[in-house]
């Protein structure tokens, strides 16, 4: 599976993004979903994630009620709407997929990278 995600930018303070992961080669079929994100100097985190195969999702707690998670079964995508982005939330962003159980934070648990988008969110 080789994933694409895109959608980053540079927005204000409360501003919105959404962000994408498009799988090709395969898809994401048994696999989890899940958002990460690195921002200079730290760790990657985990932001959310989603089982492809079914509607449970889970955030971080800092995407909680600000971060939505969801996929589009017929275009092979996940997708991370991202409202009331704060400068905290400057990073890049990275998708990736794997057999893991859904909302697995560790990032070598995971078998499948996107190259990563830079969200960079200004005061």
């Known amino acids: 599976v080789q994933l694409q995600a895109s959608g980053g930018g540079s927005v204000q303070a409360g501003g919105s993004l959404r962000l994408s992961c498009a799988a090709s080669?395969?898809?994401?079929?048994?696999?989890?979903v899940t958002w990460f994100r690195q921002a200079p100097g730290k760790e990657r985190i985990f932001v959310a994630s989603?089982?492809?195969?079914?509607?449970?999702?889970y955030y971080a707690d800092f995407a909680k009620g600000r971060f939505t998670i969801s996929r589009d079964n017929a275009k092979n995508t996940v997708y991370l709407q991202m409202n009331t982005l704060k400068p905290d939330d400057t990073a890049v962003y990275y998708c990736a997929a794997g057999t893991v159980v859904p909302g697995t934070k560790d990032p070598p648990r995971y078998d499948y990278w996107g190259r990563g988008t830079q969200v960079t969110v200004s005061s």
């Open positions: 989603i089982l492809w195969s079914g509607d449970r999702t």
């Open positions: 080669g395969s898809t994401f079929s048994g696999n989890s």
